[in-house]
């Protein structure tokens, strides 16, 4: 009985250390990552509108036709508004695909920028260069139907795909 | 069965004099983890659809190796026998962990590239096996040079794995931007080899080749023995 103590203690001190460790790594890369996202969100609005001078959140929601969780950012160019920039998070096959899609006001979207997914590297290797992203950006929203999807892949494509048509339907209310 | 160690007891190092040099480098061709052993297949196969990727997870695993292996070869002395693995996991996990915080902090591309393989560092067979192996049972010195021998082999099979599959299956090599270049055009290149078949059928080409320099030059060895 006592060695099983001593064995219990030993094992709990053990992760008790790793934990403390593990705390500590974290305090210092969390506020790192934190700024790296807020940088790369930023960077992919801007990209999306390169001239733009304002970008202000108009709506968050859970779209009901693609049941994904939208967030809308309407963007003015000299008080005028020249489209909307979607922040969008589809399930994917791995966890969430968290994406910035921009679209203007003529339904052609301008940016199609991936933040962060936990898709398997090497089957979605294709999808996230510009080979595929190439095929959303020019596209009319009203053709995102016609995406391909990709062999191997089609659990990370498909809901992007569906995440598209979903921000179509919003953008044509909206406009 | 008088040399057991029963399992309430800890291992003591044995005062053994090391080859470091063969330590060094036995892992890089030699005694291969990957092209020899078969080990870490499952980041070897996915993984090296380009030679950027591959490197950075060979590094990854190289830092996790020679860390754990130093570690463990410190703390194995102190902990108690039936009970060792689970602490050895503990080490490893905390190792994968920081570098997993580490690259997403300051390489975020190279771990969104990596994603779920950094954490599968933990589960590699490679990095247990050296811990259990060799580390538990050896000096700190040698085992600091058995982890840095191993993680070069790895990094090596990663590597080579890497550059072939990008090559063949895209004619140019793209390392982050820092350097590249075209051997040949884009419809001329076969993409089938950064697809996962490739993978297999790179890896089976290169096996192949290993085995046979192994083979014919342990037949030379036995020719000028026997003469």
Known sequence: ?175 | MSNQVSPTETVNVPTTKYNYKALLTDGILKENPVFKYMLALCPALAITSNTFNSFGLGIITLIVLVTTNTAISIIGRFVPNEIRIPIYITVIAVAVTIMEMLTHAFMPALFSALGLFIALVVSNCLVLGRAEAFASKNSVVASFCDGLGNGLGFLFAMIVLGFFRELLGTGAIDFDGIFGFRLFPQEYAIPLFIQPMGAFATLGVIVGITASVSILKNHKKTQKKGA
Request: proline share 3%; aromatic share 14%; no cysteine.
């Open chain 1, 1 to 175: 009985m006592k060695k099983v103590i001593y064995l219990g203690v030993f094992l709990g001190l053990a992760v008790s250390v790793a934990t403390a460790v593990l705390a500590g790594v974290n305090s210092i890369t969390a506020p790192l990552i934190a700024q790296a996202q807020a940088e790369a969100f930023r960077e992919a609005v801007e990209m999306a509108f390169p001239n733009a001078d304002s970008f202000s959140v108009v709506a968050g929601y859970e779209d009901t036709w693609s049941g994904y969780t939208v967030q809308v950012i309407e963007v003015l160019e000299g008080g005028e508004r020249v489209g909307f920039v979607y922040d969008q998070s589809v399930p994917g096959f791995g966890g969430p695909i968290h994406h910035i899609v921009g679209i203007d006001n003529y339904g052609v979207f301008t940016n199609f920028y991936v933040i962060f997914h936990s898709e398997t590297p090497g089957f979605v290797d294709v999808i996230f260069q510009d080979d595929w992203v190439n095929r959303i950006v020019g596209l009319h929203a009203g053709s995102s139907y016609y995406i391909d999807a990709v062999s191997g892949a089609t659990a990370t494509t498909a809901p992007i795909i569906r995440g598209l048509v979903g921000i179509y339907h919003d953008f044509v209310e909206r406009r």
